[in-house]
């Protein structure tokens, strides 16, 4: 399976600003996807990372929130902007080499905003 | 009522028996299931991977899916510490958007 790498690993932030985390997979890749998991319970899709056109997002998520890159094949961005208390959570990517192939995960971003 | 239903637990059990994990599930559209491993501080780790109804075997695992009752199962034989964790079912359906349904995970402790 492919190897995925996220960065940063953890981070504490101030109430305000913007972080962007960054996702790395050793192989080309077809689908990308970003989650938030809160402690203890279970992932949330926040959108699917589309190479070459705009992310798409579930509901509840927004693009000027949580604006999404993906460049190329191996490679995508998450950004959490304007960060608040309630956006401390773990931000996961994982990948899948097609839309009924299961996803493999990086081992998340740690964030707390104060 | 969610899309995709687990018993969080707790579930602890000694070493060396054999554990029992289930997600039951409403949409009969999903087609693609996994279980996932997750340890603390770490993403996810595929487990098992199945298409539509029947068994499958890998090392000391199992999964079990049937479509008719909506059930799926994961079966862990003679476990052991090391498989202490939490345990996530994962469907998919048949489109082409790829998307997760998780359920809500069970932690399971195995007790030396």
């Known amino acids: 399976s492919a190897v995925i790498s996220q960065k940063p690993s953890r981070d504490i932030c101030q109430r305000g600003t913007s972080l962007t985390i960054q996702c790395q997979v050793d192989?080309?890749?077809?689908?990308m996807f970003w989650y938030r998991q809160q402690p203890g319970q279970s992932l949330t899709l926040i959108a699917t990372?589309?190479?070459?056109?705009?992310?798409?997002?579930e509901s509840g998520f927004v693009i000027d929130k949580f604006p999404i890159s993906r460049p190329n094949l191996t490679f995508s961005t998450l950004t959490v902007s304007n960060m608040s208390p309630e956006d401390s959570s773990i931000y996961l990517c994982?990948?899948?080499?097609?839309?009924?192939?299961?996803?493999?995960f990086g081992d998340g971003t740690r964030l707390s905003i104060l | 009522q969610k899309e995709v239903e687990q018993d969080p637990g707790p579930l602890s059990v000694p070493e060396g028996a054999i554990v029992s994990l289930n997600c039951t599930y409403s949409?009969?559209?999903?087609?693609?299931f996994m279980w996932y491993r997750q340890y603390s501080r770490k993403g996810p780790e595929l487990l098992m991977y199945?298409?539509?109804?029947g068994n499958k075997e890998d090392g000391r695992f199992t999964a079990q899916v049937d479509k008719s009752s909506k059930y799926i199962s994961l079966f862990i034989r003679d476990s052991q510490p090391s498989d202490s964790a939490t345990y996530l079912c994962?469907?998919?359906?048949?489109?082409?958007?790829?998307?997760?349904?998780f359920g809500q995970g069970t932690t399971l402790q195995v007790k030396p």
């Open positions: 994982s990948v899948a080499r097609g839309p009924n192939q299961p996803q493999h």
């Open positions: 192989s080309q890749v077809t689908m």
């Open positions: 990372a589309n190479q070459g056109s705009e992310a798409t997002y």
């Open positions: 949409n009969s559209a999903f087609q693609y």
């Open positions: 199945t298409y539509s109804s």
């Open positions: 994962a469907m998919i359906t048949s489109s082409n958007t790829g998307k997760l349904i």
